[in-house]
């Protein structure tokens, strides 16, 4: 009996040395390297499509801005003409005619029309960094559910091996009569559901693998490492940084790029006026010398109401609907921030909860393994003891894995890039 019970009691050892091992997805000395979030988003960035279309809009705004620095709104345009009698008296009547027109900036309009190129071109940058934090948020999400199924299958694997090495002495003890068939069932049925576990977990470890590498187009990391908690800022803006975070400025720079288009509406309210320098050569006869005339046009578009107010009135229902939208951006990212501090703060309470909840069930863990050694208790018991202790031990995995979601999270309200 005493060489039974040390046999069983180093087993027990290696169980509970297994179970109590730490995950290695979430690793404390895990380095913020280019395996992290960081250099995950730039994989991620380089793939997203919608990138190339915030580069196309960003070289839209400064073409828009040489436009308004030019000297003219329009390109100009040359006109020739020629005019004879040669299919009718055909007395040698000769003319021929040049003329340049440039249309020309209305007052005010070259100055509106700088300041909205500028805004767009602030608009572009600004959606480019918004785009970029949502990007970062989708990354942000597929990363922890990543660590999440590592930790789930790794903690399959455990309880696997832990089952069969229970199998394996319940089997050789029921073998010499120390215990019953009924034991020896049971122990075999924890084998088998530990494998249903494992392989429910290796399922979904390959799926969040899977999503990751779809963001990223790399492989998924091995190391999982936690970020650092931003410091919260100012979301209303201060003094030199009117916007904090990405999403306020895009709203921010989308209403002032509006506004800016209400002004050029409200500076044309005419189409272009036009100059035009007209040189004439003509004769009047085959007996005459030709002559050289100089000439200027200036051509001035009336004015329409209807059309003014409905240009104008477009540009006014875009700009209120950019303000509207800045003002519900602004609350929405106030509420964010406010739920994922308090996400962070109960993440941490469960946390250490399930810290204490894992100790306590180790603990009853080494006491069944004796008694069941000692012959004290029964396999039913310590089988149920056993699976408190794993339950235990993977409550205590997802509560660390949901607290540095949280912590993502944290940041992601707050606007900070990994």
């Known amino acids: 009996m005493s060489m039974t019970f040390l046999r ?6 290696f169980c509970v040395a297994t179970l109590a091992l730490s995950l290695p997805g979430l690793t404390a000395a895990a380095p913020p390297a280019a395996s992290g979030l960081a250099y995950a988003l730039e994989q991620a960035w380089r793939l997203d499509p919608r990138a190339a279309a915030l580069e196309a809009r960003a070289a839209e705004a400064r073409a828009m801005h040489e436009i308004a620095a030019g000297l003219t709104p329009e390109p100009g345009a040359v006109s020739i003409g020629s005019r004879s009698d040669r299919f009718n008296r055909n007395l040698g009547k000769q003319e021929y005619e040049v003329e340049l027109a440039m249309p020309l900036w209305l007052p005010g309009q070259q100055a509106a029309r700088a300041v909205e190129a500028a805004s767009r071109i602030d608009e572009a940058a600004a959606k480019r960094a918004a785009l970029r934090a949502e990007l970062a948020g989708e990354l942000r999400e597929a990363w922890w559910a990543l660590a999440a199924a590592k930790n789930a299958n790794a903690l399959a694997a455990r309880r696997l091996a832990t089952a069969r090495l229970l199998a394996a002495d319940v089997r ?40 990751l590498r779809t963001l990223t187009g790399v492989a998924a990391p091995t190391d999982i490492s936690e970020e650092t908690p931003a410091a919260r800022r100012s979301l209303g803006g201060t003094a030199g940084s009117p916007e904090a975070h990405p999403q306020l400025a895009a709203a921010a720079a989308t209403a002032r790029s509006a506004r800016a288009k209400v002004k050029v509406a409200d500076e044309s309210r005419r189409a272009a006026p036009e100059l035009a320098l007209r040189v004439v050569r003509e004769r009047g006869e085959f007996a005459e010398q030709y002559s050289n005339s100089v000439g200027i046009r200036l051509k001035i578009p009336f004015s329409s109401g209807a059309q003014v107010r409905r240009e104008t009135s477009a540009a006014q229902a875009e700009a209120d609907q950019a303000d509207a939208e800045m003002l519900r951006t602004q609350t929405r990212v106030q509420l964010d921030a406010e739920r994922a501090q308090r996400a962070l703060a109960a993440a941490e309470r469960q946390f250490a909860m399930a810290q204490e909840r894992r100790e306590l069930s180790a603990e009853n863990l080494r006491l069944a393994e004796k008694a069941f050694a000692l012959g004290e208790s029964d396999l039913a018991t310590l089988l149920r003891i056993r699976a408190a202790a794993f339950d235990a031990e993977s409550f205590y995995d997802r509560q660390r894995v949901a607290r540095a979601a949280a912590i993502s999270r944290l940041n992601q309200a707050l606007g900070a890039l990994p």
Do not use: F, K, P
């Open 8 to 13: 069983w009691n180093r087993q027990m050892v």
């Open 172 to 211: 050789r003890r029921y073998m010499v009569g120390e215990l019953s068939r009924i034991d020896a069932n049971l122990a075999q049925t924890e084998v088998h559901v530990a494998e249903a576990e494992l392989i429910e977990a290796e399922a979904t470890l390959l799926q969040a693998e899977q999503a």
